[in-house]
């Protein structure tokens, strides 16, 4: 076996032991870019061959997007077929697993008119919608990892060859992604153990407010009462634990819906649906996003916050310290799954009930008077560097470090 063969194999059962913990006679859906149809393969053998019960793949083409949200009618733009929903909550329906290859090109829609983007960007939301609400509640065990496209690599690498560049990026990958451990899986689970001590620190001090400080940020964050911080690996309304992101760094809970004041200002470019926004900051009153500017991106950023009601409030609170395996690789990846990893983070959107006591038993409405933001969007967006302090606020009102200069304080 090739050494790139092994090291395949190696990723695709970090993904299916650790990311989605797929168990026997479970099935599988893989979603995946045709760029990524080898790869796709190569998850398929290895799933059959530690039980799976089935196998689905649902291929996907961003360059065909592009095609489509530029030149379709309007009324095309918003056609999602009812078979294409059925299907895919039948396969949550019948107890699957969903692993998604992520590998966007960063400008896969840069040009492109951003009201066509967001008529399209949003249909799609909308039809998902019971499908995202069942991922999001840990209703099913998911899992997303990136492989390289030529695309991607050379808008990191723009300075090397097509060929160096995506040989670049799967190193990249690979390292951040542990796969050149002796045993991949066994280093997953030891990093599991580190984060979990973070977080189980942070449940005991159930801080009601983060106070964040840095160049342009000024921001102070209410944590609902009941919320618990979660990371590594989460546990499924089975009681299964899977781990949605690999690589992961972060520890997250979400923000009280209306308590969120003061501006932050971003720390990296955001990829959103193919078009990159930089340089950009946001001023929150009682929870919602009422100013904002960006350096490039603005139109976007604009569409992206009006989505919907929800999209212009926080949904997620995530902590990375600056001094971790993805940041100190320096390489801005143009892929959130990386950069949100590399970096403290917030998210505009949809809050995760799995991060709320009890809160995947409770109703929208129950969600909604706990404070729970829900939207049909989630945008991760980074704002952590070597200049960010966080306190935390107890009860009584002490403040605590939390952060300094973009490193855990305790
Ligand atoms: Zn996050
Ligand atoms: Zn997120």
Known sequence: M???QELLEKYADVALKIGVNLQEGQPLVIQAPVSAAEFARVIA????????????????????????TENAPKEALTYVSENYIKMMEEYQQMGASFLQIYSPNPDALAGVDPERVAIRTKANAAAMENF??????????????????????????????????????????????????EDPVEAWRVHGETLHQKLEYLNTKKYKKLHYRAPGTDLSIELPS??????????????LDYTPNIPTEEVFTLAKKDGVNGTVTSTMPLNYNGTTIENFSLTFKDGKAVEFTAGT???????????????????EVALVPHDSPISNKNIIFYNTLFDENASCHLAVGAAYPICLEEGTTMSKDELAAAGVNYSLSHVDFMVGSNELDIDGETEDGQLEPVFRKGNWAF
């Open 2 to 4: 090739s050494k790139t």
């Open 45 to 68: 053998k290895r799933a059959f061959a530690a039980g799976a019960g089935n196998v689905f793949v649902e291929y996907g083409d961003e360059a065909f997007g592009r095609i489509k």
């Open 132 to 181: 995202k609400n069942e991922m999001m509640k840990g209703g099913v065990s998911w899992n997303i990892i990136s492989t390289p496209t030529q695309e991607w690599a050379q808008k990191v690498f723009p300075n090397s060859t097509v060929e160096e560049a995506v040989e670049k990026l799967w190193d990249a990958i690979f390292s951040t992604t542990r796969i050149y451990e």
């Open 226 to 239: 009941g919320h618990k911080w979660v990371g590594g690996a989460v546990k499924n309304t089975k009681g």
């Open 297 to 315: 991106g603005e139109e976007t950023l604009k569409k992206m916050l009006e989505i919907d009601e929800g999209a212009a409030y926080l949904g």
